[in-house]
């Protein structure tokens, strides 16, 4: 699935992977095996239901008009109106349709509770129900109150049953912009399906009137009871009206206007009065304050004492006189202040009680005039419901459904169910879309490696060698199989193995080469052995060391090897020449492990196997050390310091991501390259089985069998 998932070329770690079309088709392709099994399965049982397990079934359809807004004879809308059409009322009677109610008018007239169809109780019971049964009626009360009691639940429970299993067989639509409903049903038998829905549209054109004559009975008896009521209350407020009018002094706008300018004058004559008295007394302190005869002249303006003065002021006489006269006048000032006090007193105790008379009738006239308006009130919704109940009264028996039959059912001549095609098309793409989805999971758990193209873009790293699985049940018969059969599979790519690392590095080519691989079993001694095998055919000298000293896995592969090997070399014990192998059909040098007490790090950390690794390049051309599994001890990277080129074997579909992972980790701690690496024991059924088998693909030629390493 990697290959399906892949980062667009140049961009960044945080980009989202991007799909590769091309690499899912191929995934696809390769488990079309699988998908083309798991649709025929899915086809198979799709035949099987639907032509000898589904029971046909019978839809027949009845279509029902809803009528518009009608005009009614006596125009009471709210009880004898049509509907409006809108989409509200259109959505509501869909639901009216589907309801409950009418579908038990349905069931008790087409008595369908003695239909086995709709009632599962009069159908043979299965093995289960009967045992079912079998214990209720043991552990059930034998009173028979109870009994009764669980008659009594049980038919209702039937008749539920039965209402609800009709009501999964409705289905009611509406055509779009229209106000046509359909009507369909569908049930096992032809006859009964047109029955159902002709019954249906029936019933509900008759509940129609059978609601709105309950309504006109409902408004009628509201009405009544209304009307009377309010009977009552206007001959109250009629009474309350006639009471006050007797009781108080009969007032009207036009005397309260009357009122206000009777006031409106006796406020002018009291400002009159005010400004005439104010006068007076400042007359009177102008004349009280004359001193002089001349003063007094001024302020009296008066004909007769002028005429005193023009006398003469000089004899005692005519100044009494003077004087007299002044006094006069000053008593006469003073008689007018008190008369126009007495004058203002009087206008405004009449104000006074002009303003108490006129707020008095006022309010008399408010009373008055609430009470009217309460009267006229209650007169004119008494007016109004007597109308409305006459109006009822003359609806009842004149009511009309809003809706009628646009066409009654048809018998149907084929079932309509089960769609034999389109259930065989949905389960063949069922069965397809779960084949892929199989495929795909496969893909997605993959953890291994299956191609040199996977390994490559996991890794990083080239593969130089792709080996597939040598028929051999016996360690020790691989190299015979290689020499017996040159020109098979596995010795060719044995020989590719050979040229792909010869070719690493031009520069300088590899004389060391150490083969590992990440746990035991992965085929690195196969890699070590075909390799010395077919570099030795070259004519050049090739010494074969066995680094893994502790398993001593070449003794599997050649029994005669002797006791003593590199441990005694390194050690002195002896010589070199004495400790090589040279075993039979084989052209190359063997040196092998021996048990030992000193830690096999040690050894190959040691100066001494530095020393004698270079005494060693002068004299071989190859030098190929079979080395421990680079997680399980950590001589594979000490021996590689030492190597020209490391060799990394990988298990066919068998080595995982994490192991390699962490292989590679441990190289890279090691500041240490892998040259490159070989995917081994590849099975070419396997292969087939994966969809990368076909004629002529890259592991067509591959030989078959069984070999472990």
Known sequence: MRDILQKPQGGSEAEEDTIDIGALIGTLWRGKWLIAIVTGIAMTLAIYYAYFVAIPMYRSTAVVILQTKQDSIVDLQSVAGGLSGDSTEVNTQVEVLRSRGLAEKVVERLNLIEDPEFNGSLREPSLIGSVIGMIKSIIRPSSSDAIAQDEVLKKNRIRDNVTANLLSKIAVSNIRQSLVFNIAVETQSPVKSAKIADTLSEIYILNQIEVKFAATEQATEWLSNRVSELQVQLETAEKKVSDFTAQTQLVSVDGLQALERQIKDLRDRITNAEITKAGLEKALDELNAAKTPDEKLAVANDATLNRIASGGMSSAANLNTFDLRFQTIINRVQTDITRAGQQLTALRLSETELG?????????????????????????????????????????????????????????????????????????????????????????????????????????????????????????????????????????????????????????????????????????????????????????????????????????????????????????????????????????????????????????????????????????????????????????????????????????????????????RMFHNSNQRITGFVLGQIDEKGMKRYGYGAKGGAYAAYGQGYYET
């Open 356 to 664: 108490s008379q006129l707020e008095n009738q006022g309010q008399d006239l408010i009373a008055l005039q609430q009470l009217t308006r309460e009267s006229e009130a209650t007169r004119l919704l008494y007016e109004y419901f007597l109308t409305r109940l006459k109006e009822t009264s003359a609806q009842e028996g004149i009511q009309k459904a809003d809706s009628r039959v646009l066409s009654h059912a048809v018998v149907p001549a084929s079932p309509s169910a089960p769609k034999k095609s389109q259930i065989v098309a949905l389960a063949m793409i069922l069965g397809a879309m779960i084949g892929s989805g199989l495929v795909l999971l496969r893909e997605f758990r993959m953890s291994t490696f299956r191609t040199a193209g996977d390994l490559e873009a996991y890794t990083g790293y080239t593969v130089l060698g792709q080996i597939p699985l040598i028929p051999t049940r016996k360690r020790q018969d691989t190299l015979q199989y290689l020499s017996d059969k040159p020109t098979s599979a596995a010795a060719e790519a044995i020989r590719n193995l050979r040229t792909s690392l010869m070719l690493s590095n031009l520069d300088k080519k590899p004389q060391v080469i150490v083969s590992t691989s990440s746990i035991p079993g992965e085929g690195k001694t196969t890699v070590s052995l075909a390799l010395a095998k077919f570099l030795s055919g070259l004519g050049k000298s090739v010494l074969l060391i066995e680094g893994d000293i502790r398993r001593r896995t070449l003794n599997e592969y050649f029994p005669s090897l002797p006791k003593v090997g590199i441990a005694s070399v390194l050690n002195r014990e002896i010589d070199f020449a004495d400790a090589i192998h040279r075993p039979k059909g084989f052209e190359a040098d063997v040196l092998a492990g021996e048990k030992t007490s000193v830690n096999a790090a040690d050894i190959f950390s040691s100066d001494t196997f530095k020393t004698f690794i270079a005494e060693m390049r002068k004299q071989y051309d190859f030098i190929i050390i079979d080395t421990p599994p680079v997680l399980v001890v950590p001589d594979a990277r000490i021996i590689a310091q030492n190597a020209d080129a490391i060799l990394f074997s990988v298990k066919w579909d068998s080595t995982s991501k994490a192991l390699l992972d962490e292989s590679m």
